[in-house]
């Protein structure tokens, strides 16, 4: 909508039909002085595909443009998607999951003389590695790789006094909430929707 206002239709109100919005845009994008763009189309993870059966499930690629002269990115949990070039994302691994951990939260975890930071940076660099921090290890991989979790975790313990221990404390007793209260969730839905809402929660605190 903003796309189309600013650059479309500049005269739009909110009251423009989202099929209208879609058909300027998609032109706007394709006309040949205006390549090079970059769309992307995050969590397309209901697609309507044939033998997938899904009531709210749509089509994605009625969204494209017409032209081919930029390109289009996107995210999707679902691994039957054909109509283009995958390239599938495992989790992080125990160095790079702490390098998060220890970036997002700017915690000097002190193990001996070494900080967690300094720890993980070397890791990265791929020099010589050593366990950090006890708790940030638990919590690392009880967050299991997942970038958006460990972030949120992250950005959390950089507003708090609460170590990580104290965390993942916090993180478990979220998490059993959410297994009690909501069974249709998946494992990694879990895991995000624990770490938003301890983080949600330190916000209503502020």
């Not at 443009?65 to 989790?91: M, V, W």
Request: net charge neutral.
């Amino acid at each position: 909508r903003r796309i189309a206002r600013e650059n479309v239709l500049k005269s739009a109100g909110d009251d423009q039909d989202e099929e209208g919005i879609n058909h300027q845009v998609r032109q706007w994008l394709s006309r040949p002085d205006n390549g090079g763009w970059l769309m992307v189309m995050d969590n397309y993870d209901d697609p309507q595909i044939p033998g997938v059966p899904s009531t709210t499930g749509y089509d994605i690629r009625r969204f494209f443009p017409q032209r081919s002269h930029g390109s289009i990115l996107i995210t999707t949990r679902f691994p039957r998607i054909t109509f283009a070039k995958r390239l599938q994302l495992g989790k992080l691994d125990l160095r790079q999951s702490l390098a998060i951990l220890a970036c997002r939260s700017g915690r000097e975890a002190e193990r001996g003389k070494e900080s967690l930071i300094a720890i993980t940076k070397r890791a990265i660099a791929d020099m010589y590695y050593r366990l950090p921090d006890v708790d940030a290890v638990k919590l690392a991989k009880r967050l299991d790789g997942l970038s958006l979790a460990l972030a949120t975790a992250g950005m959390y313990l950089s507003h708090t006094p609460d170590g990580f221990g104290d965390y993942l404390k916090l993180y478990e007793d979220s998490w059993d909430d959410l297994h009690e209260n909501s069974t249709e969730l998946m494992e990694y839905e879990r895991t995000l929707y624990s770490t938003w809402n301890l983080s949600l929660k330190q916000v209503e605190t502020q």
